[in-house]
């Protein structure tokens, strides 16, 4: 079946640091590809996605690329705030038997300090 | 306007009860989900419904029953509360059973069972 794994985190930065957060995924065909974030006491925000290979999907600052031939869908962002301070969920989408399901990681939760 | 909402935003009950939650969307999507995310954030989904008919039922207990009145409403009744069923459960809806299209999520209700 389908599965996605993430870095484990806290991923703990100082203010402006660069960010990356790992993802890479197991599926066949071709699934869709997405970033959520979930803010503290929040619900699951999208963030950015990206349908095929080598799109790259972004939003506020971060950015992603859909890497076919590394099965990987890494999380960047130059330079974060403390506002970026959350957990981070990558995901794939794809239709099985004609419905579609979406697999999430673990989450990885991301503190920047001032 | 709020796209996915659901209620309440927090419920706190006794193991033995029965419950509910309401989600609804404003969106015009014709499918709907539930998710649940355990205390390590791990998100699972739960039921699919596509114009009121069920199309994913994962290996959820029987105590859990989705029910959709509409397609703008997938409510989650849960009978016999146990300890462990304490989580933040997320609806989410999007267009098209078979699409590959973004999956939008509603804020979370946070279940604790006493």
């Known amino acids: 079946g389908n599965s996605v794994t993430q870095m484990e985190g806290p991923v703990t930065l100082s203010e402006e640091a660069f960010l990356t957060i790992n993802c890479t995924y197991t599926?066949?065909?071709?699934?869709?590809l997405f970033w959520y974030v979930q803010y503290p006491g929040e619900g699951l925000q999208l963030l950015l996605k990206a349908t095929k290979a080598d799109d790259k999907g972004s939003n506020k600052g971060f950015e992603a690329t859909y890497r076919k031939e590394t099965t990987s869908f890494h999380l960047e962002k130059g330079s974060v705030q403390v506002s970026d301070s959350a957990v981070y969920f990558c995901?794939?989408?794809?239709?099985?038997?004609?419905?579609?399901?979406?697999?999430f990681g673990t989450g990885t939760k991301l503190q920047v300090i001032p | 306007d709020t796209a996915v909402s659901q209620t309440p935003k927090y419920l706190v009950t006794q193991m033995g009860n029965d419950k509910s939650i309401k989600c609804e969307q404003n969106l015009g999507h014709d499918t709907m989900y539930w998710y649940k995310q355990d205390s390590k954030k791990f998100l699972k989904i739960m039921f699919s419904y596509n114009n009121k008919e069920l199309i994913i039922n994962e290996t959820v207990p029987n105590r859990f029953s989705p029910k959709s009145p509409d397609k703008a409403h997938l409510n989650l009744h849960i009978n016999s509360l146990e300890l462990g069923d304490s989580a933040v459960y997320f609806c989410a809806s999007n267009q098209g059973q078979g699409s590959q299209e973004t999956q939008y999520f509603g804020p979370g209700t946070r279940l604790l069972v006493l």
């Open positions: 995901a794939l989408l794809q239709n099985s038997g004609g419905y579609q399901k979406v697999t």
């Open positions: 599926a066949t065909g071709y699934p869709s």
